[in-house]
């Protein structure tokens, strides 16, 4: 008799083992990291790129449309790499769950300031003309690209997604040839348009 009951026993048990083992391959897709879900922290990383993004291609247009011919064809440099570079952002966010990025929101009364100094300074901006326009462009594109390459590197060191931080890696030399580009163009406004075309990136990936 003890033998027969551990033969039901055994016989019960097999299909629950059974069960165990086909749910393992189904769990350990989960942490697939390639399609993981962005933290807070990262997504706000993500929004700001974005935000940076769309507003040097607004920049860019404004540049094209007001400045001299050197400041006219940064401002396609602008144009081109920064809706290259948000095609590349927004293919990320949505591989990563992310189907819409969110508004950058200054948090900070600091961040607050910033942001309506540069509204102003924008809005200014675009009412200016050739050597004026130039002149005030080339400012803002040398000390705002300063600016958002030290935001780089915080994020660098703050994003936790191993895919965002080679996005950023691969934006900061991007940043930087556009700020070199903006001083090279304060010393000789021709530096632009002299440029070879091959120095122009078509991705951030």
């Known amino acids: 008799m003890k033998i027969r009951a551990l033969a039901i026993i055994s016989a019960l048990a097999l299909p629950a083992v059974a069960l165990a083992d086909d749910k393992t391959p189904a769990d350990t897709t989960?942490?697939?990291?390639?399609?993981a879900k962005l933290s807070d922290s990262d997504a706000k990383i993500v929004a700001h790129l974005h935000h940076v993004n769309q507003m040097e291609i607004d920049l860019g247009k404004a540049a094209q449309k007001s400045g001299t011919a050197g400041v006219k064809t940064y401002g396609q440099t602008l144009v081109t790499d920064h809706q290259s570079s948000d095609k590349d952002l927004t293919s990320f966010a949505k591989t990563h769950k992310l189907a819409t990025i969110p508004a950058d929101k200054p948090m900070t009364d600091a961040d607050k300031q910033e942001?309506?100094?540069?509204?102003?300074?924008v809005t200014k901006l675009k009412s200016l003309k050739g050597a004026e326009f130039d002149r005030e462009f080339l400012n803002m594109m040398?000390?705002?690209?300063?600016?958002?390459?030290?935001k780089i590197d915080v994020a660098m060191g703050a994003a936790t997604?191993?895919?965002?931080?080679?996005?950023l890696k691969a934006t900061k030399p991007v940043l930087q040839r556009h700020a070199d580009q903006a001083r090279d163009l304060q010393?000789?406004?021709?530096a632009a348009a002299d440029a070879p075309?091959?120095?122009?990136?078509?991705?951030?990936?």
Not at 30 to 35: C, E, G, L, V
Not at 197 to 205: E, F, Q, R, W, Y
């Open 30 to 35: 989960k942490s697939d990291p390639a399609s």
């Open 115 to 121: 942001d309506k100094e540069m509204q102003s300074q």
């Open 187 to 190: 010393k000789n406004p021709q």
């Open 142 to 150: 040398a000390a705002g690209h300063d600016k958002e390459l030290a």
């Open 197 to 205: 075309s091959d120095n122009v990136p078509t991705s951030t990936k």
């Open 161 to 167: 997604d191993p895919d965002l931080q080679s996005l």
